[in-house]
């Protein structure tokens, strides 16, 4: 009797190993969930020009340390002194990492530019900067993978320790795009971080040039960006 209770024992508890071999297999050989991809398109303060340790305190870097790496990969495709306009030779549509970002297949877009279009010789009015802003936005959001856009003002500029604007940024032409690129996002229905009235009263947020985030700057930018993505409805996929 004893021995045939162990015989039915050691067939159960086989059983139970069978069973767990098979599910640990079927769980290796199934597809894991597909990453949510994030594009941070930008200029230098996306791509972290200036920040200590740039590879760990960039926002992007930062943003991808908030939303884990589990659903989330979050890409960096920002250019050192693009614009947005397309006269000067700077225009984001022009750099390599542009075409980049369109074949990126993210589903989230964060656009933040605007901060060399307000150089001296850069500017030229609202309607022109409007114009090719536009044109840069539906370039992502006419894409294949439909992203949902998420648009970031210029963030506030201070003077440069010496007291003078630096890289020539007009401090003037800097608000004027701030309130465009709300006015834009209001009338297309998209997300807009308003970095600038953000970092209007925080200018040890930012490097000695008054234009560049800290790492400091650069993971309060994170965290509002943390915030937008996870709002979108492509969150609600994970």
């Not at 930062?62 to 614009?83: H, M, P, S, Y």
């Amino acid at each position: 009797m004893n021995q045939e209770k162990r015989r039915k024992r050691v067939a159960a508890l086989l059983l139970v190993a069978i069973v767990l071999v098979f599910w640990n297999l079927i769980q290796m050989l199934s597809p894991s969930r597909e990453q949510i991809r994030v594009a941070c398109v930008g200029d230098s303060i996306t791509y972290g020009t200036g920040v200590e340790n740039r590879e760990e305190n960039c926002y992007p870097v930062k943003l991808q340390e908030a939303l884990g790496t589990e659903q989330w990969r979050v890409g960096n495709f920002g250019v050192d002194g693009a614009t947005v306009q397309e006269a000067p030779k700077a225009s984001y549509r022009e750099q390599d990492r542009y075409r980049q970002s369109l074949d990126y297949e993210a589903k989230v877009v964060v656009l933040m530019l605007g901060t060399n279009d307000a150089k001296t010789g850069n500017w030229k009015d609202r309607e022109t900067f409007l114009k090719d802003y536009g044109t840069l936005v539906e370039s992502y959001r006419s894409l294949d993978a439909s992203p949902e856009v998420i648009l970031v003002t210029p963030p506030c500029v201070f003077a440069a320790e010496t007291g003078e604007a630096s890289f020539g940024v007009e401090a003037d032409a800097v608000s004027q795009i701030a309130l465009a690129v709300k006015a834009y996002g209001a009338e297309e229905g998209l997300t807009v971080i308003d970095l600038y009235a953000l970092t209007e009263n925080h200018p040890e947020w930012f490097r000695e040039d008054g234009i560049h985030p800290n790492a400091e700057g650069a993971a309060r930018i994170a965290g509002a960006v943390y915030d937008a993505v996870k709002a979108t409805d492509t969150a609600d996929e994970e």
